[in-house]
């Protein structure tokens, strides 16, 4: 159920351009047709500002996103995503049917709790020298699970022709896997499904390489 009410502000993204969980947030706005600011968070200048006092009075865990919306601030991406699609008009993000909604959370909640947390930055850093096969083994063990799950609940889309909370986050992944070296042609059904999704408005105009915190040498 969409609840309807007059927003004062524009949402406040707290984010980091390269941050996948942040993409995610910015996936879900254009997809809804939601203007917004942001408000760059370096996750590695000056040591972390996401590890400062005034940004962990924003958001205990330190961690990005955080969004300032309706008068209250919420973190965690999926919580953000689910709470937007509530609460706003346009595009649904989540399926009216119960199974099919249930293979929305089943696929996000692989993505979001199964492989992103093993790989982030945090838990690279304390891993330390072996930071970069540490990452690969997590997202190719995450991949090999995702895929057979996407070959059964796939269309045009992860879960059938209707775009979801499943594909905000499926494509931040695969940006990560191939940043850190991961073959995506192992897995032909998240290959083809990012393909489609990355010729769409919203995951282009979202994209890490053209956001204002984005440094030069990155931008396309």
Known sequence: MRVGFVCLAKPLLHGY???SCSWRIRIAFALKG??????PVNLIKDGGQQLTEK???LNPMQQVPAVEI???TISQSL???QYIDET???LPLL???PKKRAQVRMISDVIASGIQPLQNLHVLNKVGAEKLQWAQYFIERGLQALEPILKQTAGKYCVGNEISMADICLVPQVYNAERFKVDVGCYPTIKRLNQTLLEMEAFQASHPTCQPDTPEEMRV
């Open 55 to 57: 940004y962990k009075a």
């Open 95 to 97: 399926p009216a049917d």
């Open 70 to 72: 309706d008068g209250i």
């Open 34 to 39: 939601i203007e917004y600011d942001q408000v």
């Open 88 to 90: 706003r008009p346009g």
């Open 17 to 19: 351009f390269r941050s």
């Open 79 to 81: 919580a953000i995503i």
